[in-house]
T-cell receptor
Framework: RKEVEQDPGPFNVPEGATVAFNCTYS??????FFWYRQDCRKEPKLLMS???SGNEDGRFTAQLNRASQYISLLIRDSKLSDSATYLC?????????FGAGTTVTVRA | DVKVTQSSRYLVKRTGEKVFLECVQD?????MFWYRQDPGLGLRLIYF???????EKGDIPEGYSVSREKKERFSLILESASTNQTSMYLC????????????FGPGTRLTVT
């Protein structure tokens, strides 16, 4: 079983729409959680951390459900520039484990 | 701005060749990592290093070795390239203070024929 699983998508949404997707993780001892963003043919970059209490960064909201072992990302008022692959990341001690990514395409 | 550079964007090698992938970071980061990224599998950790001359195996070290002679440079070596090592290779670095934020290089697309 993969350590981090994501729906690969793609999620095709119109500009202005809200899109949300989850990722599940298998190791209940995982300590920290993050979303990275990877644009087409580019390297991954940290988007935001995910806290148990939930957190927002502008139009992006991340949630963590430890009991069910999943993390979610919600994007409000989607922009064309949000088109990317979103990678779910969990940490165990020093090591980051990456999901395969969820692709979001925002159309005009 | 943190910068991680990799020696080549694209590389084509023949089966059995020895391949060197170089990575250099300019932020004085202690931690450096090598991943490969394949469709549907995500990033998988090959090797990492927390200090000069130090190396640790990641999840898929077989067929690879690494070298870290200087703090800013981390090299990945494919001793005898095979077709199943065709992949995108990504180098990353991080500071111990913010280990979760890894800065990635642009990647090297390696094709082994």
């Amino acid at each position: 079983r993969k350590e981090v699983e994501q729906d690969p998508g793609p999620f095709n949404v119109p500009e202005g729409a809200t899109v949300a997707f989850n990722c599940t993780y298998s190791n209940s001892a995982s300590q920290s959680f993050f979303w990275y963003r990877q644009d087409c043919r580019k390297e991954p970059k940290l988007l935001m951390s995910v806290y148990s209490s939930g957190n927002e960064d502008g139009r992006f909201t991340a949630q963590l459900n430890r009991a069910s072992q999943y993390i979610s990302l919600l994007i409000r008022d989607s922009k064309l520039s949000d088109s990317a692959t979103y990678l779910c990341v969990v940490t165990n001690d020093y090591k980051l484990s990456f999901g395969a990514g969820t692709t979001v395409t925002v159309r005009a | 701005d943190v910068k991680v550079t990799q020696s080549s964007r694209y590389l084509v090698k023949r089966t059995g060749e020895k391949v060197f992938l170089e990575c250099v970071q300019d932020m004085d980061h202690e931690n450096m990592f090598w991943y490969r990224q394949d469709p549907g599998l995500g990033l998988r950790l090959i090797y990492f290093s927390y200090d000069v001359k130090m190396k640790e195996k990641g999840d898929i070290p077989e067929g690879y070795s690494v070298s870290r002679e200087k703090k800013e440079r981390f090299s990945l070596i494919l001793e005898s390239a095979s077709t199943n090592q065709t992949s995108m290779y990504l180098c990353a670095s991080s500071s111990p203070r913010t280990e979760y934020e890894q800065y990635f290089g642009p990647g090297t697309r390696l094709t082994v024929t």
